[in-house]
């Protein structure tokens, strides 16, 4: 006769069990949002660029 350690409903703890609770990870902050950066950046290339369109024609 087999003995059941845990009750049919429950996930027996081993190893990789998504029966036990899993620690959050932490905030990743600005870095969770990379949007901000690469609007930065895309803002920076087109100041740089328009710098060179205005040299092109004579305005700065």
Same mark, same amino acid.
């Given at each position: 006769?087999?003995?059941?350690?845990?009750?049919?409903? &429950?996930? +027996?703890?081993a190893e990789g069990s998504i029966g036990d609770a899993?620690?959050?990870?932490?905030? @990743?902050?600005?870095? &969770?949002? +990379?949007?901000?950066?690469?609007?930065?950046?895309?803002?920076?290339?087109?100041?740089?660029? @328009?710098?060179?369109?205005?040299?092109?024609?004579?305005?700065?």
């Amino acid at each position: 006769m087999v003995v059941l350690l845990n009750p049919p409903t &429950e996930t +027996p703890p081993a190893e990789g069990s998504i029966g036990d609770a899993h620690e959050e990870r932490a905030d @990743g902050g600005v870095w &969770e949002h +990379p949007a901000v950066w690469i609007s930065l950046i895309v803002l920076g290339a087109l100041v740089v660029a @328009g710098f060179f369109v205005a040299r092109v024609f004579g305005l700065a």
